[in-house]
């Protein structure tokens, strides 16, 4: 349909895309701050074995499973809550620009999803204390199963988002809203799971730390800035919508 090519829908990572890589992920952030320092220390090593895999290019998906699975125990063990989610996001910012952005693509009536390998409610409450929660249509990511009294007693393993799989979520999120896949925009910072975010190459832009990390990216998306605002993904997105 001629409708159909003119609908578009835009796709963002979460943990160092809309927040700066200066927090790490959600993760990092409530480990540090909720979980006691032992909890901590299990994390931090847990995670160091992981990053040790990613790095010698071996994170495979059952790796991915496992340590979100692990994560999640964690998190139990040490009795995380939804008061405690709440108390240790806080203060995180997303980038400047962002709610721009999010205005805008509400404005064209463009559908705005967040696809994480992370928790969705930690992106819930991220995207309330920064005024956002209303201007995202869907959140894709490991949703937590919660008893009546607040406290984490798991996760809802269907929903878990792993980098391998972003791009499924991606599309699922376009047939949703009647979207041509080759119309999903997609903004994300790593070249392993957002590299594979949205569907198509030069639809995907990606966010750069240093020079180093920017041609990483440039052999995943489509184009590439080193900032620490959004101004050009509205710059890009501009661009790209107006054909």
């Given at each position: 349909?001629?409708?159909?090519?003119?609908?578009?829908?835009?796709?963002?990572?979460?943990?160092?895309?809309?927040?700066?890589?200066?927090?790490?992920?959600?993760?990092?952030?409530?480990?540090?701050?909720?979980?006691?320092?032992?909890?901590?220390?299990?994390?931090?090593?847990?995670?160091?074995?992981?990053?040790?895999?990613?790095?010698?290019?071996?994170?495979?998906?059952?790796?991915?499973?496992?340590?979100?699975?692990?994560?999640?125990?964690?998190?139990?063990?040490?009795?995380?809550?939804?008061?405690?989610?709440?108390?240790?996001?806080?203060?995180?910012k997303v980038r400047p620009g962002v709610k721009?952005?999010?205005?805008?693509?509400?404005?064209?009536?463009?559908?705005?999803?967040?696809?994480?390998?992370?928790?969705?409610?930690?992106?819930?409450?991220?995207?309330?204390?920064?005024?956002?929660?209303?201007?995202?249509?869907?959140?894709?990511?490991?949703?937590?199963?919660?008893?009546?009294?607040?406290?984490?007693?798991?996760?809802?393993?269907?929903?878990?988002?792993?980098?391998?799989?972003?791009?499924?979520?991606?599309r699922r999120f376009a047939d949703r809203h009647?979207?041509?896949?080759?119309?999903?925009?997609?903004?994300?910072?790593?070249?392993?799971?957002?590299?594979?975010?949205?569907?198509?190459?030069?639809?995907?832009?990606?966010?750069?730390?240093?020079?180093?990390?920017?041609?990483?990216?440039?052999?995943?998306?489509?184009?590439?800035?080193?900032?620490?605002?959004?101004?050009?993904?509205?710059?890009?997105?501009?661009?790209?919508?107006k054909v």
């Amino acid at each position: 349909g001629g409708l159909m090519n003119r609908k578009w829908c835009a796709v963002f990572d979460c943990d160092g895309t809309l927040i700066s890589k200066s927090y790490g992920a959600l993760c990092d952030v409530v480990d540090g701050s909720v979980i006691s320092a032992e909890g901590h220390k299990k994390a931090e090593e847990m995670r160091k074995r992981y990053f040790a895999a990613i790095r010698a290019g071996f994170f495979r998906k059952e790796d991915q499973e496992k340590w979100m699975a692990e994560t999640i125990e964690i998190y139990k063990h040490y009795g995380l809550t939804l008061r405690k989610i709440n108390y240790a996001l806080r203060n995180v910012k997303v980038r400047p620009g962002v709610k721009e952005c999010f205005h805008l693509l509400q404005e064209k009536g463009i559908p705005v999803a967040i696809v994480s390998y992370g928790v969705t409610e930690f992106i819930e409450t991220l995207l309330k204390v920064n005024g956002l929660l209303k201007m995202v249509d869907r959140i894709y990511a490991a949703d937590l199963l919660i008893n009546s009294q607040g406290k984490l007693f798991g996760f809802c393993r269907e929903s878990a988002v792993y980098p391998d799989n972003k791009g499924e979520y991606s599309r699922r999120f376009a047939d949703r809203h009647g979207v041509s896949y080759r119309n999903i925009l997609a903004v994300g910072d790593s070249p392993h799971g957002d590299g594979k975010l949205g569907y198509l190459k030069k639809n995907r832009f990606g966010i750069a730390k240093d020079e180093s990390q920017k041609q990483k990216l440039a052999e995943v998306m489509g184009a590439v800035a080193v900032t620490e605002n959004f101004k050009p993904v509205i710059e890009w997105i501009l661009e790209k919508i107006k054909v």
